[in-house]
């Protein structure tokens, strides 16, 4: 529709003298994208992009679309504006009880907190709609399912998430030449990708792999987690630190030019004995398997000869760089590059990558101090200045996330407190008063509908982010208020678990962290003590469901001694409140709401302990 229409000079005629044009960012402004999102879908009883609504001048719906012919919408121009024009009262009299109607429909209903039996029944609607054959759930198209698959990671359930993380790892949706993941597959059996690369999928999907291996994924979960966050740091990373938003998914006005291969083209570059072996492996053959007798690259299995992979791989990466490239949204949104931010922290600590720890580092500096203005968050940055834009509900829940993990992994008090500043905003300001919260702060620009959707997108929901990160800090620091409206935000659950699972995955996944405790481990110790780093890394290596990690150097019972054992910090969190090394020993406490069992002093001491 861009090409056919917004480029069209007769089109753009039309529009500019009828109407006041306005092209909505949903990236920028998911809110205005919601609201209007919501009266299209009701009013067409389908949804998606492009989306088209025409609107009164107080912004109220009338008439709602999605894609249309360049024939169709010129006419459709041309109808509204006669429409307006002789009678306009008919239209305002339409747009205020389409807003009437919006504005009355009741939120879905909250129960109690799930237990057992809800998440019992999740699994098994899960179950219902899982693809046994190829992995993930449903038909085609088949999107990643990452907070689902973190769900039944969290459960124990390793056939569902097994099956389909291989199968996503192995299929063409991952670029087995750069690594990262396509932002979802055309057909059923992973094969065909939408080549667009997304930073909020590979951040979630770079979590998970990660999770994955901590559960037993192996060499494959490991592989595909450094790759992509080596891909991360290789194509998303800004100047600044933080991360881009996405990677198009033309190249020369051709969708998925920079990515898929001919025989001829791997003879071109390998050479005919090579280029034949990695046809083979690749599964590149002369028909094609995407478009023009091209294939999309796989690896269905792994190579018996592992350095001739590694050579023949590392050569057509090579070659594929001489290729023009897709190009990049340049971006920095606060929510992703706090998914971003979590999955690097924790990728780098479990395979000691302290890079990825670093980088993890950097982009929260970035969102800490170009995107706060005033104790508010900012959606969005580019070049290292911010947009107007006020961060809405995912965006303070996911940086919450990430900047409690990364408190995790390095212990820096700083980045619990900006946590904590921001899950106070959300409880301050974004409360509906029933337990759950509305998607934009009460002080927001005001539309004709304040937006509330506790459901699942391609990015957890708002409400359930919120859920997670307030359930972390509550473990982490003992707040019962925290731990409370955690609870509270996952009454919603129980509703969805049994007919529609797979739209509260971030939900159900929270939930069963919940009802594990979370597990809450406090290491004490001094800081370049390696016997310290060793109970550090094996207490974040657990596969506990929602594990929080505190890291202090010393007994917190002395907060006022000039003991550089126990820096000025160290009382915060609270969960080191009072624990401190067994005689000149680190140790580790594990915990479940702050009731600790008795301390240990090695790493096969706390392995134990947590596996218990």
């Known amino acids: 529709m861009a ?9 753009a005629r039309l529009m500019n003298e009828h109407f006041v044009n306005i092209k909505v960012d949903r990236e920028e402004r998911p809110d205005v994208d919601a609201v209007y999102m919501g009266a299209t879908q009701a009013m067409t009883h389908q949804g998606g992009w492009p989306m088209t609504v025409f609107a009164t001048p107080e912004g109220h719906p009338f008439y709602c679309g999605t ?3 360049r024939p169709n919408f010129q006419r459709l121009l041309t109808e509204v504006h006669n429409v307006w024009t002789g009678d306009r009262e008919s239209v ?8 009437e109607a919006l504005n009355t429909h009741t939120t879905l209903p909250s129960g109690p907190l799930p237990g057992e039996e809800t998440l019992l029944e999740a699994t098994r609607n899960l179950r219902e709609s899982f693809d046994a054959a190829n992995g993930g759930f449903g038909g085609a198209p088949k999107f990643p399912p990452s907070m ?9 359930e390793r056939e569902m998430s097994g099956r389909t993380l291989e199968a996503m790892a192995r299929g063409g949706m991952y670029d087995q030449l750069g690594g990262g993941f396509a932002r979802y597959s055309v057909d059923a059996r992973w094969v065909v990708p939408h080549f667009e690369k997304m930073l909020y999928d590979n951040a979630l999907l770079l979590r998970v ?3 994955w291996w901590k559960a037993g994924g192996g060499e494959l979960a490991r592989r595909v987690a450094l790759e992509t966050a080596g891909w991360l740091l290789r194509e998303l990373r800004t100047p600044e630190g933080g991360f881009a938003s996405a990677l198009d998914a033309d190249s020369e006005g051709v969708e998925g030019k920079f990515y898929v291969w001919t025989p001829a083209e791997l003879r071109e570059v390998l050479g005919e004995d090579d280029g034949r072996w990695a046809a083979g ?4 053959t002369p028909a094609g398997t995407f478009e023009h007798g091209a294939s999309v690259l796989q690896l269905l299995r792994d190579p018996e000869d592992p350095e001739r992979y590694a050579d023949v791989r590392s050569r057509l990466l090579a070659a594929r760089e001489h290729r023009v490239r897709p190009g990049r949204d340049d971006k920095v949104v606060a929510s992703w590059n706090g998914l971003a931010i979590a999955a690097l922290a924790e990728t780098g600590v479990v395979f000691e990558r302290p890079d990825l720890v670093t980088a993890a580092t950097e982009a929260a500096e970035l969102l800490a101090d170009t995107h706060m203005a005033d104790g508010r968050l900012l959606r969005t940055s580019r070049d290292g200045r911010a947009g107007a834009n006020a961060g809405v509900l995912e965006d303070y829940a996911n940086l919450a996330e990430g900047l409690i993990s990364l408190y995790g992994v390095t212990g820096e008090a700083r980045w619990l407190r900006l946590a904590g500043s921001l899950l106070d905003t959300v409880l301050d300001r974004f409360s509906d008063g029933a337990g759950g919260f509305y998607d934009t702060a009460d002080d927001a620009e005001r539309l004709f509908q304040r937006p509330q959707d506790p459901t699942d997108n391609a990015t957890p929901s708002g409400q359930y982010a919120a859920a997670g990160a307030l359930l972390s800090y509550g473990a982490l620091t003992g707040s019962t208020r925290h731990r409370e409206a955690a609870h509270a935000a996952l009454g919603t659950v129980s509703v969805l678990a049994a007919g529609h699972a797979r739209f509260a995955g971030w939900g159900l996944a929270v939930a069963r962290a919940a009802l594990s405790g979370p597990v809450e481990v406090a290491v004490v110790g001094p800081a370049d003590d390696p016997r310290t780093a060793a109970l550090h890394r094996e207490a974040l290596l657990a596969d506990a469901p929602g594990l929080v990690v505190a890291l202090g150097r010393g007994d917190t019972g002395d907060r006022g001694s000039g003991d550089p054992l126990v820096p000025r910090e160290s009382a915060f969190p609270a969960l080191l409140e009072g624990r401190g090394p067994v005689g000149e020993a680190p140790a580790a406490y594990v915990c479940r709401g702050f009731t600790c069992r008795m301390p240990v002093t090695t790493v096969e001491e706390l392995r134990a302990e947590l596996q218990g």
């Open 3 to 11: 090409h056919e229409s917004f480029e069209d000079a007769e089109t």
């Open 67 to 69: 894609y249309f012919p």
């Open 92 to 99: 305002l009299k339409q747009g205020a009880k389409v807003v």
């Open 148 to 156: 689902v698959l973190e769900f039944l990671l969290r459960s124990g």
């Open 209 to 211: 792999y990660t999770h």
């Open 281 to 284: 492996l690749f599964e590149v």
